[in-house]
């Protein structure tokens, strides 16, 4: 097991900073990632994501498969990518690019969402109202690294857990429709 900072594994990409407000465009396609479109899942959902007119940006803020993004204003989440799609990510996003082959995407991203990353992260932000992530910040949080076999224990364990919980609100919402229902049938 070791401990490096972020910058050590992967390279870190500043969001697009748009002119405008975002509109959507129903025959484009290009996406645009926002911080609203990161939830407490693993992996961020491209069925959420709109679509916006595909100009010629100019800008290194495009996901390539497998990436990272964290918000960088309010509360600091973050989730794994995985599309093919072409995606663009707005500036209230940072892009994280695993460049080591020791780590996962996903152990990395429920390493930022951990307790002990967030509160890094909250030590180093800046701003009295709403929390501002600076770039230098970001690059410099130290993250324990164990092994791949490890990280993947953690990342099934994770997944394992979502599974259940989703299961289990399922299951609720059943037994309270069933008492619904036999209510009516009185």
Known sequence: ???KKLKEI???ISGYN???????EENSSLFVLQSKNITSETYINENNIIKIENKAFKTAAFIQNEDIIISSRGSFRSAVVKSDKTIIVSSSLYIIRITSDLVLPEYVSLCLNSRKAQSQLLQSSTGA???NLKIQSLKNIKLTIPDLEFQKKIVDL????????KLLIKK???VKDLAVEMINTL
């Open 10 to 12: 992967a390279e870190i």
């Open 1 to 3: 097991m070791t401990t």
């Open 18 to 24: 748009f002119r405008s407000s975002i509109q959507e």
């Open 172 to 174: 609720s919402n059943l």
């Open 158 to 165: 994770h997944t394992t857990g979502s599974l259940f919980s």
């Open 129 to 131: 109202v709403i929390n």
